[in-house]
């Protein structure tokens, strides 16, 4: 009798603590439940399932919640009129007189043997009796144990219809006369508050908060997943109920909508005008030789490398896009893309007579008698004139002439030797002196003497051109005792070119 007691008094904690609803935290279930990630709700583990062997010595395992039971394979569920969790001998419900005990093992389920006991049986809504009784078994759903019915009463349903059958708190009738579950959430019979979700449970309901929100008192508030460990690369985003990532200029979400992965704009949409070249989460535009970038940083303007410097050419520079030239004046020629250099046009277009010689100067030519003689004066030698001595008028004038031709840069710098003259034919016991004749009315020149023979012609004024000026430069010798005295020139002629290259 005892026992029964006992047997009864834990049958009813056990139907208690299903009744208890737990505050779950997010994924945490107690002993005997596991997570459900679709219903967002911890569910029955059913053990009888998943455990091998999990009753011994010929048992059976029936699944409840948070556990399970093993009974002896004759232990049938019968139907009990009285009331829930009320001790019913043995007698009055199935006739037998073997009866059955259970005891709680330390795995959530229970042993029947020996003695009888009666109670409802958690988590199936039935009042059940573990008697062994002889006959045959038909077996029910998931969580039903197996109903053995007597040999005198064959039919599953009783034959009077108005028969009721007592059912545990949760559940009701139906119309095969078992106890099921009243689905509260459905039936609208819950009282959960407008902000939760109602979650059917056999024999009961439960209000939780929606995914996203956590129960705070009596209020479901919203879990701002910005505020826990970093869930987004760069930027998270609150919303209620959930969050979102965000990636910063540059970057875009990849596929798992956490990492943000670079955008390389040089491929996607290439906004510069010459070259891009993609950096972390931006990029930059440069501009080929000769251009720089305009104010917008992403088009290429001509630099005028003209403007910026005056001395890039030696005459005139021609700026062009992206580079520049430098071009020379009539007569030049470009070296080394930025000098000017002389062209010697009587070796490439001389256009001189027959009769005349060609003579280049700096940016141009010009063509001069072959035979510069003038009467008396006859040529003897090349550009050499000498006048006879047997003609008597020669005796006033210089013996000889001799006609040379050079060519200076325009704005030559000051003072500069230009020129030498040398006596040809060295007397003994004679002065050789050496003047201007003509030429130097504006005093440009000056004739230094170097030695007893000879003479440097030096410039002293800048000349710009192009000009022509022809001077004559004397010498004169005299004996040492005065019995003799001569005079020749050298007829210069100097052709100042246009530029002072």
């Given at each position: 009798m005892l026992k029964a007691i006992f047997l009864t008094m834990l049958t009813l904690a056990l139907v208690k603590s299903q009744d208890t609803e737990e505050t779950i935290t997010y994924t945490q279930c107690t002993d005997g439940y596991e997570w459900d990630p679709v219903r967002q709700q911890c569910k029955d583990i059913d053990e009888c399932d998943i455990v091998p062997d999990a009753c011994k010595g010929g048992m059976k395992c029936v699944n409840h919640y948070g556990g399970y039971l093993c009974l002896p394979k004759t232990a049938q569920i019968i139907v009990n009129n009285e009331q829930p969790q009320q001790e019913t001998p043995a007698a009055e419900s199935v006739g037998a007189s073997a009866n059955?005990?259970?005891?709680?093992?330390?795995?959530?389920?229970?042993?029947?043997?020996?003695?009888?006991?009666?109670?409802?049986?958690?988590?199936?809504?039935?009042?059940?009796?573990?008697?062994?009784?002889?006959?045959?078994?038909?077996?029910?759903?998931?969580?039903?144990?197996?109903?053995?019915?007597?040999?005198?009463?064959?039919?599953?349903?009783?034959?009077?219809?108005?028969?009721?059958?007592?059912?545990?708190?949760?559940?009701?009738?139906?119309?095969?006369?078992?106890?099921?579950?009243?689905?509260?959430?459905?039936?609208?019979?819950?009282n959960c508050r407008t902000d939760q979700v109602c979650i059917n449970l056999r024999g009961s309901f439960a209000c939780q908060c929606p995914p996203g929100y956590q129960k705070r008192g009596e209020q479901c508030v919203d879990i701002d997943e910005c505020a826990m460990p970093p869930y987004c690369h760069q930027r998270c985003v609150n919303t209620p109920g959930s969050f979102y990532c965000q990636c910063?200029?540059?970057?875009?979400?990849a596929a798992n909508n956490y990492t943000c992965v670079d955008i390389n704009e040089c491929d996607a949409s290439n906004q510069c005008a010459q070259q891009c070249y993609n950096i972390l989460g931006s990029f930059i535009c440069q501009c080929n030789q000769g251009y720089e970038l305009s104010s917008d940083r992403l088009n290429c303007e001509d630099i005028d490398e003209c403007r910026t410097s005056s001395y890039l050419c030696q005459y005139q520079c021609v700026n062009e896009p992206g580079k520049f030239s430098c071009m020379c004046p009539q007569g030049y020629q470009v070296v080394r893309s930025r000098t000017c250099q002389d062209i010697n046009e009587c070796e490439t277009t001389n256009e001189c007579r027959e009769d005349e010689m060609c003579w280049n100067y700096h940016g141009g030519f010009r063509c001069y008698p072959r035979n510069p003689c003038q009467d008396p004066y006859v040529l003897t030698s090349?550009?050499?004139?000498?006048?006879?001595?047997?003609n008597a008028v020669c005796r006033e004038l210089p013996q000889s002439i001799v006609y040379k031709y050079m060519s200076i840069r325009s704005d030559r710098s000051v003072p500069s030797d230009i020129f030498q003259i040398q006596a040809t034919t060295i007397y003994a016991n004679t002065i050789n002196t050496f003047q201007i004749k003509s030429g130097n009315e504006n005093g440009e020149f000056y004739l230094r003497q170097t030695s007893p023979v000879s003479a440097m012609l030096v410039l002293v004024k800048s000349l710009s051109g192009p000009r022509e000026y022809i001077v004559d430069l004397e010498m004169l010798t005299v004996s040492s005792i005065g019995t003799y005295r001569t005079s020749s020139v050298l007829r210069l002629t100097i052709i100042v070119g246009p530029f002072s290259f």
């Open positions: 059955a005990v259970a005891t709680s093992s330390a795995g959530g389920g229970a042993a029947a043997s020996g003695m009888a006991t009666s109670g409802v049986v958690p988590g199936t809504g039935y009042v059940v009796s573990a008697a062994a009784v002889a006959g045959p078994e038909v077996q029910a759903g998931r969580n039903n144990f197996v109903i053995r019915r007597n040999p005198a009463d064959p039919q599953r349903i009783p034959a009077n219809p108005s028969h009721r059958i007592q059912c545990a708190t949760g559940y009701e009738q139906s119309d095969h006369n078992i106890c099921q579950d009243i689905d509260e959430c459905t039936a609208g019979t819950h910063s200029p540059g970057f875009q979400l090349e550009n050499r004139c000498v006048c006879p001595v047997s």
